[in-house]
């Protein structure tokens, strides 16, 4: 397929939802685009990223959302058009800064700002189900949802003018299943940004004085109300007057029209979408709720339409009101993702259906013929992933030290380690940033009889988001903590992106480099720095520096993520194999029982370990510490 920039107008495309995003941005003149790698928003900016020296744009992959978010907003206080995007969780890091932005309004520079936040129901790729729209509403931004990727891609176009006009940044929703799966999007004419940026030096844009602008921003979001009430984005299909009405949005929608043909519903339930969710379209859902005796609001996550309907229907006061069902009565669950087996579900009880897809037998042969030929494939590490050894020298080191240390980690591909397939060091685990600042406070504990060494763990794009701040922290409060950084050279977990210490932008372009160690040196930090793969220096290092109990030590294990050291060099460093008559096989299980890695199995037939050449990716580091010598390792030629 074409580059997103080479597009034919009037032509229809399979885009991914992200895609979709990016074409709509392009479209609607965006020139600045900044953001921090997270699943299920990272492809937004790749894709930008992407065409940026063919469209003119600038493309940065940010130390983190909040510093993405501002930098956008600069460029749209001087005159264009720009977007930050992030996922549920980099939300936390930028909300201080989205706060603030509409009070202080974007100016006449005509400049427009879209803010695209991913959600994640089921936690696919996230530490919890999140739902974000709430946060729109406290920062009085207009909202919208898409339901199809023709709507991901118009709404986006919408939104920048819509924040042009009324001087505001504007929000979209975006969402797993709508982000990372693919659909048809016909797309309008692009034509190349050519806007120039300038400042209005007579300007100040700040929430801190001049208190009417509040009075201000809360009249634009009643004129946009007034928009939304009519707005084409939100639409109605089905009976003038049906049995039950859904009132659904997001992947409610798709769900909603799949399960309502599958019961063969379509003459007594109506569906209301909405794709305008802050300002609520009150009146619209009201007259619509008019018509109904019962009503099902199917959205994600959390009751949010839902409670606005209600609020709405109690504005109102209906004199024959009707049932509005949802989370709060139980027919649609609180976690989770839409599927249209859950509407199905739903709707069978208001019906009273007796509904089956499958027949019982087929249901129980399903799951017999399941249980015997999937094999279960827990989260793990990649073979020639440089974490496996770097735990396995943390547990090491630990074990030996014999104080029972603390560990606290955060997110990335280390996170893996605790989970079941994982060895499960980890003690403590939340957000990006985390592991540093929990370790200043186990660190600080001494004077209350605390005598557990604390070792906190980051990797090398987490250190430069949100891990100096606690690690200054640490110093300036004098916590006894070992800050271990984790640095495979990439943001591999996303997907490779390359941070402030990679030495390239995100439009691969060469940029200076921002060395972690000199970083830390230069706050004050002992420094030591081990590959990852030599888990005998890394271990007594380690242990060295758990003994050291003079403040912050900081031990970098350092090792290229394997997957972007075979992109970049095209061959393996070794050849491995087994030696049948030294290997034990479930006598030991090492290398595929404790080291667990993926390219390494055991062998029914000879009993032995054996390598799986499809998987393995010839580190060597099993060879290294396998027990009995049993697997070998070859410099290749």
């Known amino acids: 397929?074409?580059?997103?920039?080479?597009?034919?107008?009037?032509?229809?495309?399979?885009?991914?939802?992200?895609?979709?995003?990016?074409?709509?941005?392009?479209?609607?003149?965006?020139?600045?685009?900044?953001?921090?790698?997270?699943?299920?928003?990272?492809?937004?900016?790749?894709?930008?990223?992407?065409?940026?020296?063919?469209?003119?744009?600038?493309?940065?992959?940010?130390?983190?959302?909040?510093?993405?978010?501002?930098?956008?907003?600069?460029?749209?206080?001087?005159?264009?058009?720009?977007?930050?995007?992030?996922?549920?969780?980099?939300?936390?890091?930028?909300?201080?800064?989205?706060?603030?932005?509409?009070?202080?309004?974007?100016?006449?520079?005509?400049?427009?700002?879209?803010?695209?936040?991913?959600?994640?129901?089921?936690?696919?790729?996230?530490?919890?189900?999140?739902?974000?729209?709430?946060?729109?509403?406290?920062a009085n931004a207009p909202l919208m949802e898409p339901s199809s990727f023709q709507e991901a891609y118009e709404m986006t176009k919408y939104l920048f003018d819509l924040s042009e006009e009324f001087q505001i940044f504007c929000w979209l929703r975006d969402y797993t299943r709508l982000a990372h799966a693919r659909g048809k999007v016909t797309v309008g004419e692009y034509k190349k940004a050519t806007r120039k940026a300038k400042f209005d030096r007579t300007k100040m844009f700040t929430p801190y004085i001049a208190p009417p602008k509040h009075a201000i921003l809360v009249e634009k979001m009643a004129k946009i109300r007034e928009r939304f009430e009519v707005s084409p984005f939100n639409s109605y299909e089905g009976p003038a007057k049906p049995e039950l009405l859904i009132i659904c949005s997001g992947s409610g929608a798709p769900c909603s029209r799949d399960a309502i043909e599958e019961l063969k519903l379509g003459r007594k339930v109506g569906i209301l979408k909405l794709g305008t969710l802050w300002p609520f379209p009150s009146r619209l859902v009201v007259s619509h709720m008019k018509k109904a005796k019962r009503v099902l609001v199917v959205e994600e996550v959390d009751p949010y339409v839902e409670t606005h309907a209600k609020a709405a229907m109690a504005d109102a006061r209906l004199a024959d009101a009707p049932e509005i069902l949802g989370r709060g009565s139980g027919h649609i669950s609180y976690v989770g993702e839409n599927n249209p087996d859950r509407v199905i579900a739903a709707l069978c009880k208001i019906f009273d259906i007796t509904y089956s897809a499958r027949t019982p037998e087929y249901q129980a042969k399903v799951e017999e013929v399941l249980g015997k030929?999937?094999?279960?494939?827990?989260?793990?590490?990649?073979?020639?992933?440089?974490?496996?050894?770097?735990?396995?020298?943390?547990?090491?080191?630990?074990?030996?030290?014999?104080?029972?240390?603390?560990?606290?980690?955060?997110?990335?591909?280390?996170?893996?380690?605790?989970?079941?397939?994982?060895?499960?060091?980890?003690?403590?685990?939340?957000?990006?940033?985390?592991?540093?600042?929990?370790?200043?406070?186990?660190?600080?504990?001494?004077?209350?009889?605390?005598?557990?060494?604390?070792?906190?763990?980051?990797?090398?794009?987490?250190?430069?988001?949100?891990?100096?701040?606690?690690?200054?922290?640490?110093?300036?409060?004098?916590?006894n903590m070992v800050a271990v950084i984790l640095d495979n050279s990439i943001t591999a977990m996303t997907g490779f992106q390359p941070h402030a210490g990679s030495g390239r932008t995100a439009t691969q372009e060469s940029t200076e480099t921002v060395s972690a160690e000199a970083l830390c040196r230069t706050l004050g930090c002992r420094v030591e720095v081990v590959d990852a793969f030599d888990?005998?220096?890394?271990?007594?290092?380690?242990?060295?520096?758990?003994?050291?109990?003079?403040?912050?030590?900081?031990?970098?294990?350092?090792?290229?993520?394997?997957?972007?050291?075979?992109?970049?060099?095209?061959?393996?460093?070794?050849?491995?194999?087994?030696?049948?008559?030294?290997?034990?096989?479930?006598?030991?299980?090492?290398?595929?029982?404790?080291?667990?890695?993926?390219?390494?199995?055991?062998?029914?037939?000879?009993?032995?370990?054996?390598?799986?050449?499809?998987?393995?990716?010839?580190?060597?580091?099993?060879?290294?510490?396998?027990?009995?010598?049993?697997?070998?390792?070859?410099?290749?030629?």
């Open 1 to 138: 397929m074409p580059s997103v920039v080479q597009l034919v107008n009037g032509s229809p495309y399979l885009l991914q939802g992200n895609e979709a995003i990016a074409r709509g941005a392009l479209e609607a003149g965006v020139q600045y685009c900044a953001a921090y790698p997270g699943t299920p928003s990272t492809e937004i900016l790749t894709t930008l990223a992407g065409v940026a020296r063919d469209a003119g744009l600038h493309a940065e992959w940010s130390s983190n959302e909040k510093v993405a978010t501002e930098a956008a907003l600069a460029a749209a206080y001087a005159g264009l058009r720009t977007i930050s995007s992030m996922k549920n969780a980099g939300l936390n890091v930028a909300m201080d800064t989205l706060q603030h932005i509409n009070l202080a309004t974007l100016g006449d520079q005509h400049g427009a700002m879209l803010v695209v936040v991913a959600d994640d129901p089921q936690s696919h790729a996230s530490g919890d189900e999140e739902d974000t729209r709430w946060v729109a509403q406290m």
């Open 373 to 479: 030929m999937v094999a279960s494939r827990g989260l793990t590490w990649c073979p020639g992933c440089p974490h496996r050894a770097s735990f396995y020298a943390i547990k090491n080191a630990i074990k030996r030290d014999g104080r029972n240390a603390v560990v606290t980690s955060d997110i990335g591909c280390y996170t893996m380690d605790a989970f079941p397939d994982g060895p499960q060091v980890t003690n403590v685990l939340h957000c990006m940033g985390g592991g540093l600042g929990e370790g200043c406070g186990f660190g600080q504990l001494q004077q209350f009889g605390f005598e557990q060494p604390v070792i906190s763990i980051c990797g090398d794009s987490t250190f430069f988001h949100a891990s100096i701040t606690p690690l200054v922290n640490a110093l300036y409060n004098k916590s």
């Open 535 to 637: 888990t005998k220096a890394a271990t007594a290092k380690l242990m060295e520096l758990m003994k050291d109990e003079q403040g912050v030590k900081v031990l970098i294990l350092r090792r290229k993520c394997e997957l972007l050291r075979m992109r970049q060099e095209k061959t393996h460093p070794y050849k491995v194999w087994v030696d049948a008559e030294k290997c034990k096989g479930d006598k030991c299980g090492f290398c595929y029982r404790i080291l667990q890695c993926p390219g390494v199995a055991y062998d029914k037939q000879s009993g032995k370990a054996r390598i799986q050449e499809a998987l393995c990716a010839h580190c060597g580091l099993c060879a290294d510490l396998c027990p009995n010598k049993a697997i070998v390792k070859e410099e290749r030629a």
